[in-house]
């Protein structure tokens, strides 16, 4: 069966510095998200993004997070400069439909640590 | 913004019991989604609702959608341990396709 893959699946960083998580969505997927969920919280939007821009993004994704595809199947997430409320879980999701409707497939994350 | 609850947080039920997790919304859906998160684990889609009222089941589970499509509920019929994790409902609006996540019902069995 098809997934959504990440790496990696554990980053531990010192504050102030640059991190890239990794995504692999399901290939015939047209939608990608990024989510994180703080531990023991909800999971919260980032941000959305679709024909190689971003679609939607939350008031969490400001301007230290970037988001790029840089060839036909990787999709990354980018920090440019992590503090210590950076550290979640961060998920990679990917959806079907061209209109982003419907089943969310999701990778099984990346966890930051920020020290 | 869009608001999503969910009741309650957590739920210890001995095996055999029943189950129900609650969630509202502070707008109307289009739709919305239910997700499980085992523990250590990531989210995983169980349904989609769409129709005002429409009611679904999965074996011992039970989902609903509210007449006004604000709330919804999911029941499940004699808990199992396999059943252990956090139920999300995630509410989608007709403005973009992001779904809003609810906090979550971690639930507990005792064998």
């Known amino acids: 069966e098809p997934e959504v893959t990440q790496t990696p699946s554990h980053q531990v960083t010192q504050m102030g510095q640059e991190v890239i998580l990794r995504c692999v969505p399901i290939s015939n997927h047209l939608y990608f998200y990024w989510y994180r969920q703080i531990l023991g919280q909800k999971v919260e939007f980032l941000v959305s993004f679709y024909n190689n821009e971003i679609s939607e993004k939350s008031e969490i994704f400001d301007d230290q997070f970037s988001v790029e595809r840089p060839d036909g199947s990787n999709f990354t997430l980018k920090i440019r400069s992590t503090k210590l409320e950076d550290s979640a879980m961060y998920f990679c999701?990917?959806?079907?439909?061209?209109?982003?409707?419907?089943?969310?497939?999701f990778g099984e994350g990346s966890r930051l640590t920020v020290l | 913004g869009q608001q999503v609850m969910q009741i309650p947080q957590y739920q210890h039920v001995q095996e055999g019991e029943d189950f129900t997790t609650y969630c509202n919304s502070s707008?109307?859906?289009?739709?919305i989604q239910w997700y499980k998160q085992r523990p250590g684990g990531h989210p995983v889609f169980l349904i989609q609702?769409?129709?005002?009222?429409e009611v679904k089941k999965q074996k011992r589970l039970t989902f609903q959608f509210g007449e006004a499509k604000k709330n919804s509920s999911l029941h499940i019929t004699a808990t199992q341990t396999t059943d252990v994790g956090t139920y999300f409902c995630a509410g989608g609006n007709n403005a973009g396709n992001m779904l809003t996540f609810g906090g979550g019902t971690r639930l507990m069995v005792k064998p």
């Open positions: 707008t109307t859906l289009s739709n």
């Open positions: 999701a990917s959806v079907r439909d061209s209109q982003g409707h419907g089943e969310l497939f």
């Open positions: 609702l769409v129709k005002s009222g």
